[in-house]
């Protein structure tokens, strides 16, 4: 092994050599088990919280493919319509380009172009990150037997009458010209204003003043309601208003959904633009005048003046009109949510257009009621609530897009506007007996990305034909995914699992919480704190990061902040740390907690990890090769080390199953963090020096020595190899040749079982020998000794157990404590300038009185504690400052908490020392 762990060049060899294996087709014939990945959009690249999600999956999948199962992770990506139309026509618009002049063959062509390009990139990613998935299988939710399940899904769903084309009022975004449905709308509260104007009463009478947060569509009223019960207004009910601008007579209804207190409780009704209005003006039987073109300017149904203006110059002018003519009343401050689009970012207007539309509730309450009998659970249970408060308040589902990129609708219009829905146009045609002169035109619309994803867990597997691969995959095993889709994906792919297969499309869905920064903050472009997983495995120049995170901003203030932020954080770049201490970092975050923060520091302590790992490995092999007896054949005899090893790994491997079962990856890899690191690097393997080195111990007890190293290493490589899979590969192919294990990779070897006996009386054992040997090293950190330096040890009390220890352990005592003698005494014997330690009743005495300059350590120790001083002096300081305590980020602010008092303690126990010392100098 080299002297050096190189994680980069093992991961790059280990993944091209499982990949010419084909070690991940699925095999054997153990019980089936399987993932859907999530399919990544391809519009560019993996973000840190696939990378998450990816590690979480693989851990799963390696760990079931070495308990023997029928192991798939059906790996694939999405077309992701709007994100990816987007994606092109930027790329586009940089080269002078416009989709609407290429016409929609050669805009596709495009699309295809950019999809393999991303693609390829997030497949070498993928593989980058260690995915274990046989690339063979992957699929797109554009292939065309997916495209074939899509349209047989659609049109089943309106043979049901499940499906439906209506003229309705849908979120309309005006940027990217497309509906949206409810989920792909963000409200943000933003400040705004309220303006009041007069509508005056046709009889001449007087008139009304109404409130709006939006005076342009005034244009398209044709209704003013107030509450039947206002008394204000009860008596208006029934008489007309003529709409000043326009001159349109319009009455005033009284209807209940009105709130008298919203401002003077009289409301303009524009049906055709807010989604409240729509349903008064179904109720009232109102006319519905669309005033906007699908771009967000007004059209020919406005006077006009306005004609062709954008929507929010129109206001501005309806505004100047209404107050040349006096209408204009007042304007106040009001605060509002704001609907804009998930993609766009531009305001959402309600438009009244002809859209597709999935009945949503008989499929909702299946849904829900599959969740509530248990026929698959969430994980953290309590996410069910989220899930089912959807389902019950869940609206019809648009699932039209106006794109050029995605599925197109299967249903095809004649020249008198009748739709035929068929899976393709010769059914269309045969189903409804449709000669070949009657000419037919598909539906220019686009499906909603997410319907083809409900689809994914069978489409995938060859549905709607029954194939193997659906027969022995689905349902699947487990959906790990975030919180944030839960709407978006899950309970969808529940309703459209249950309604076309009647069965749920997996036992568990695993919720995981959202990567943010290591302060608690978002990742986003905007903010300038974004990772990409790569950086962090291969490492990146701090100038190329910055060009990363300030490319295509626009505003060269924000561009400066993220560069100072970035130098700030990453001074000399990211150093690459590998994908194996990346994935042990992402599984170590995996607590069940919506939001996740990530530090790269401790990404480094997981760096650390894999390092110590490689190094003990490196030990093992060569205390093995320094034998010069046979290490597999003769006589073995195990000392309490082994024989206490072995225990404690045992009780590793039973944990590792149970923490897979509950998919606690933090507690498997914390675990396994500690038995690696402090029992088998820090213990073990000192003790089993002790025991090799040693010329008077037999051969029997060093041979078992050899083979608990090799049995002990060869389990912690299993167990470790989910989560970190390439430096466990590397290190047990040098293993399986030392130790003559059986097998080609490590990656298709069974997962540790039941290995050894748990043996509690040699636990015990270790546990006195450890206090024994710590409570040594902690007098010698207090009273400063060199841990190198021998000191004498004298003892007292205890019980007859603990002498018969002392004089079994002897040899491991003074070797690990550097003691060069140990005595039984009378406690009135001892010296009086002895440090003392306890080990249960058992008294432990180190004279020090030869062993320290007492006054060289006085004087260390003044200096030590007038720094501490000085620290803590500020650390106070700043906890005193209420502006700091209330604006510092609230972790940055408990850190300063820990540091004080982890100061306060340190000081205390140099000051006792002190004390001590000065009294006996």
């Known amino acids: 092994m080299d002297k050096t762990y190189q994680p980069q060049s093992i991961e790059h060899k280990w993944s091209a050599e499982w990949e010419k294996a084909k070690a991940f087709v699925p095999t054997g014939d153990g019980k089936p088990y399987c993932i859907v990945i999530p399919p990544p959009n391809v519009t560019g690249t993996l973000h840190m919280g696939h990378g998450f999600q990816v590690a979480l999956q693989d851990a799963l999948i390696r760990y079931h493919r070495m308990l023997g199962d029928y192991t798939l992770w059906q790996v694939g990506m999405d077309h992701a319509g709007i994100a990816t139309q987007m994606v092109v026509e930027r790329r586009l618009a940089q080269q002078s380009k416009r989709r609407v002049d290429m016409g929609r063959d050669e805009f596709e062509k495009e699309i295809w172009a950019w999809v393999e ?42 043979k049901r009458g499940l499906l439906y084309r209506g003229k309705r009022l849908v979120n309309w975004d005006t940027k990217l010209r497309t ?58 009910i029934g008489k007309t208003v003529t709409l000043p601008l326009v001159n349109r007579e319009i009455p005033i209804v009284g209807d209940i959904e009105v709130d008298p207190e919203f401002g003077t409780g009289c409301v303009k009704i524009t049906p055709a633009h807010d989604f409240n209005d729509y349903r008064m003006g179904k109720r009232h039987d109102l006319p519905m005048i669309n005033i906007l073109t699908d771009d967000g300017h007004l059209n020919d149904d406005v006077p006009e003046k306005y004609r062709g203006l954008e929507r929010f110059e129109a206001r501005k002018v309806v505004l100047a009109d209404l107050e040349a003519e006096g209408r204009l009343v007042k304007t106040d401050k009001h605060s509002l949510k704001v609907p804009r689009g998930d993609r766009s970012g531009t305001v959402v207007e309600p438009y009244l257009t002809y859209q597709w539309f999935v009945k949503a509730d008989t499929l909702a309450a299946a849904a829900k009621k599959a969740a509530d009998n248990g026929d698959f659970e969430f994980v953290p249970g309590n996410w069910i609530n989220t899930y089912n408060q959807w389902l019950e308040n869940i609206e019809d589902w648009c699932v039209s897009r106006q794109l050029w990129w995605g599925h197109r609708i299967p249903a095809w219009f004649d020249e008198e506007g009748n739709v035929y829905v068929a899976e393709n146009e010769a059914e269309a045609r045969k189903q409804n007996n ?91 472009k905007s903010k300038g704190n974004v990772l990409d997983p790569i950086d962090l495995v291969d490492g990146i120049g701090v100038e190329e990061l910055i060009e990363k995170r300030t490319k295509g901003l626009m505003q060269p203030k924000m561009a400066e902040k993220i560069s100072k932020a970035t130098k700030k954080e990453f001074p000399e770049g990211i150093s690459g740390f590998g994908t194996d201490a990346l994935r042990f970092t992402f599984c170590a975050l995996a607590s069940p907690t919506r939001n996740i923060n990530f530090d790269t520091h401790r990404l480094e302590g997981y760096r650390n990890f894999c390092n110590k790992l490689w190094n003990a490995a490196r030990f093992v092999f060569m205390q093995l090769e320094q034998q010069d007896f046979d290490l597999h054949s003769g006589e073995v005899e195990y000392s309490l080390a082994d024989v206490w090893i072995k225990s404690e790994l045992q009780r590793l491997v039973d944990s590792s199953h149970k923490a ?17 690191w402090n029992m088998f690097c820090d213990w073990y393997l000192e003790l089993t020096k002790v025991v090799l080195n040693d010329k008077e111990q037999s051969v029997e007890l060093k041979r078992g020595a050899c083979q608990t190293l090799m049995s002990v290493l060869d389990s912690v490589l299993r167990l470790l190899h989910p989560v970190m899979p390439f430096i466990t590969e590397e290190i047990w192919q040098q293993l399986s040749t030392v130790a003559s294990l059986e097998g080609d990779m490590l990656c298709i070897q069974s997962y540790p079982e039941k290995v050894f006996e748990i043996d509690n009386k040699a636990m015990a054992d270790m546990q006195w020998l450890q206090q024994f040997i710590s409570e040594i090293r902690n007098i010698r950190g207090e009273m400063g000794v060199s841990p190198s330096k021998q000191i004498d040890v004298l003892l007292s009390k205890g019980i007859d157990a603990d002498k018969q220890k002392v004089a079994d352990l002897t040899s491991w005592l003074q070797s690990l ?18 440090a003392t330690g306890l080990v249960g009743k058992l008294e432990i005495y180190v004279p020090f009185a030869d062993l320290i300059d007492m006054s060289a350590e006085c004087a260390r120790l003044e200096k030590e504690i007038a720094k501490l001083a000085k620290s803590i002096g500020v650390s106070e300081k700043k906890l005193a400052n209420e502006r700091f305590v209330e604006k510092a980020p609230k972790d940055v602010v408990e850190a300063e908490k820990a540091k004080l008092a982890e100061e306060q303690e340190a000081s205390q126990k140099l000051v006792a020392r002190l004390d001590l010392l000065s009294a006996n100098q």
């Open 117 to 158: 390009y991303s693609s390829e990139h997030i497949r070498g990613q993928l593989k980058r990150l260690g995915a274990s998935v046989d690339w063979e299988r992957e699929r797109f939710t554009m292939d065309s037997d997916l495209s074939k399940a899509v349209n047989h899904v659609f049109v089943e769903l309106y």
């Open 660 to 676: 897979f079962e509950e998919y606690r990856f933090d507690r498997l890899v914390d675990s396994q963090y500690k038995f690696v």
């Open 179 to 236: 509906a949206l449905s409810d989920l792909e709308v963000e409200n943000h509260e933003e400040e705004g204003s309220l303006w009041y104007f007069e509508y005056p009463l046709t009889d001449g009478t007087g008139s009304i003043t109404i409130a709006t947060t939006r005076p342009e569509t005034m244009l398209g009223d044709t209704a003013v309601a107030v509450h039947p019960d206002d008394e204000r207004y009860k008596n208006l």
């Open 817 to 834: 404590s550097k003691v060069s003698s140990i005595a039984w005494v009378e406690s009135k014997d001892v010296p009086e300038l002895s």
């Open 434 to 524: 449709l000669s070949d002169d009657i000419k037919l035109t598909q539906d220019d619309d686009v499906l909603d990305t997410w319907f083809s994803s409900a689809l994914w867990p069978f489409a995938t597997q060859g549905w709607p034909e029954n194939t193997e691969n659906y027969k022995k995959f689905y349902p699947t095993q487990v959906l790990v995914t975030g919180f944030d889709i839960i709407f978006f994906w899950v309970a969808r792919m529940v309703m459209m699992g249950i309604e076309f297969t009647d069965q749920v499309p997996f036992e568990d869905v695993y919720i995981t919480g959202l990567i943010r920064d290591g302060h608690g903050q978002k990742m986003s």
